[in-house]
């Protein structure tokens, strides 16, 4: 059975620009959620997707944005990158919502803001 | 507000000996508790929870301790291996407002040394 997958690992990007990142979850698997993870602040909760629906968000801007299509897959955006938008973006997937010691994370997407 | 704090960036253990990883939180609501491991270049994986029902959870060689009177939760690792060097994060998790809300440290970075 294939793993999480994240698609690109890594992206450099400057200030101001806008970036997509993509998640697919495990096959049969209908929650996505998102997270950021930097030094220091270890991993924050972005939101989390079940059925195309956002069930829960996070703190964050609404910069940040997602969205999930009807084979599950996941995408975030993130519109005018700023410099401590600079992170690790993992995607999660799970069975279903909640089910956070059912979660199987990807590998992640590099992000770094120039 | 970090309401899930990790004080210690790191910690150094003997191979063989017992690795204590250590957790505290701010939040009452919180009612359930996971402990998650990262390689490098790797997403997190699941690793060991419990519930606020109970005081101790035990998996193998990982045990995980809850004092909710302390607000406190701790891994125990024995005995310690090589493999187990990795980041270790913990989570809470609680129901606020209708909606599931996970809460994760920043990480302790765990070197097992031969």
């Known amino acids: 059975k294939a793993g999480v997958t994240q698609t690109p690992r890594y992206l450099i990007k400057t200030r101001g620009q806008q970036v997509t990142l993509s998640c697919s979850p495990i096959s049969g698997h209908r929650s996505v959620s998102w997270y950021q993870q930097t030094p220091g602040q270890g991993l924050q909760f972005l939101f989390e997707?079940?059925?195309?629906?956002?069930?829960n968000k996070g703190n964050f801007p609404g910069r940040f944005s997602g969205r999930q299509f009807s084979n599950s897959r996941s995408e975030m955006n993130v519109s005018t990158l700023e410099l401590g938008d600079s992170a690790l973006y993992l995607c999660a997937s799970s069975l279903n919502v909640f089910s956070y010691n059912e979660q199987f994370f990807g590998p992640g997407t590099r992000l770094t803001v120039l | 507000d970090q309401q899930v704090k990790q004080n210690s960036p790191s910690l150094s253990v003997q191979e063989g000996r017992i690795s204590i990883l250590n957790c505290d939180y701010t939040n009452s609501m919180f009612d359930y508790f996971l402990w998650y491991k990262k390689y490098p270049a790797e997403g997190p994986t699941f690793l060991i929870s419990?519930?606020?029902?109970?005081d101790k959870n035990e998996d193998g060689r990982f045990t995980v301790f809850l004092n909710k009177s302390a607000k406190h939760l701790s891994l125990h690792i024995v005995p310690s291996q090589p493999g187990d060097s990795a980041v270790y994060f913990c989570?809470?998790?609680?129901?606020?407002?209708?909606?599931?809300?996970?809460?994760f440290g920043q990480g302790t970075r765990l070197t097992i040394n031969p």
């Open positions: 989570a809470a998790s609680a129901i606020v407002q209708g909606a599931q809300k996970l809460v």
């Open positions: 419990i519930s606020s029902i109970k």
């Open positions: 997707y079940f059925s195309e629906t956002q069930r």
